[in-house]
């Protein structure tokens, strides 16, 4: 199945920016939607939007207009653009397809920390 490592995140003052990078290995990437998800301290993983094979994309209400995902199918990456960052954004953020969710499957994630 398709391996994901995730990447970029780091301690941004609030208003900064990042971008995440999730890098899958499998052929069969171009073809999957890929999810971003992230479990802020204490709580539950939480969508936070997608992207389909196509490229369309979809964002929870708590970060449309302030992050961005995007593909590079040759590259086998997707990215996560984040502006605006806010201290509720500090999470874990993981990358995770279809079958990795329906198998409760997780990368090791990356940390995101705002500071205010």
């Known amino acids: 199945q398709v391996q994901l490592v995730e990447s970029g995140g780091g301690l941004v003052q609030a208003g900064g920016s990042l971008r995440l990078s999730c890098k899958a290995s499998?052929?069969?990437?171009?073809?999957?939607?890929i999810y971003w998800y992230r479990q802020p301290p204490g709580k539950q993983r939480e969508l936070v939007g997608y992207?389909?094979?196509?490229?369309?994309?979809n964002y929870a209400d708590s970060v449309k207009g302030r992050f961005s995902i995007s593909r590079d199918n040759a590259k086998n990456t997707v990215y996560l653009q984040m502006n605006n960052l806010k201290p509720e954004d500090t999470a874990v953020y993981y990358c995770?397809?279809?079958?990795?969710?329906?198998?409760?499957?997780w990368g090791q994630g990356t940390q995101v920390t705002v500071t205010s």
């Open positions: 995770t397809t279809p079958w990795h969710l329906s198998n409760n499957s």
């Open positions: 499998g052929s069969i990437f171009s073809h999957n939607i």
């Open positions: 992207i389909t094979s196509s490229g369309s994309t």
